[in-house]
């Protein structure tokens, strides 16, 4: 054989041996999209949970859940699974909710839940408002303060008279 033989023999074994490796060598620059699956919840979502909340209640906070067991419908189960596309990293959550008699009582899963989640929702109560100019400890129930009204201010910009601008135009 030739050298100009040889050199295109080693050249075309160059080139197929980079093109069967070339996907894994030029990964990163292959776009991957990220792949979000289930039910993305914020650990805010899951603090507002307090026990004896209503099925209705539940949804209305977290949403449907992505699974209710056939045979137990007392069960619900939120899932949340991300693939990463760039480094192919994995975040999977769970949360996993037991009603009684249509009331919630018992939350179990991969999120903190508040610390007064056991406190029901019709006994717990906002801290109290206090009231500029008034004693928080007094039973005086005066009537909410109204923000001070704006005084009429001209515009910062004076528009011109925009029928007349539109017959200059057409004139």
Not at 12 to 35: E, M, N, Q, R
Not at 36 to 57: A, S
Not at 78 to 95: P, T, W
């Amino acid at each position: 054989m030739t050298i100009k033989k040889k050199s295109l023999t080693l050249l075309g074994a160059a080139a197929l041996t980079l093109s069967v490796t070339g996907c894994s060598v030029f990964d990163w620059l292959i776009y991957k999209p990220d792949i979000p699956q289930g039910n993305y919840m914020e650990t805010q979502q899951v603090e507002k949970l307090r026990i004896e909340m209503t099925k209705e209640q539940v949804e209305y906070i977290l949403g449907r859940p992505v699974l209710r067991d056939s045979f137990a419908n007392n069960t619900w189960y939120y899932v949340y699974h991300y693939k990463s596309g760039r480094d192919a990293s994995v975040i999977h959550k769970e949360l996993i909710i037991h009603f009684e008699n249509d009331m919630l009582t018992k939350v179990v899963g991969d999120y903190d839940l508040a610390k007064d989640f056991n406190t029901p929702l019709d006994q717990s109560r906002l801290p109290d408002a206090i009231m500029l100019g008034t004693d928080a400890k007094t039973d005086n129930a005066e009537e909410p303060m109204i923000p001070e009204q704006r005084p009429d201010v001209k515009p910062l910009v004076e528009e011109k008279d925009s029928e007349s601008q539109a017959e200059q135009k057409f004139e």
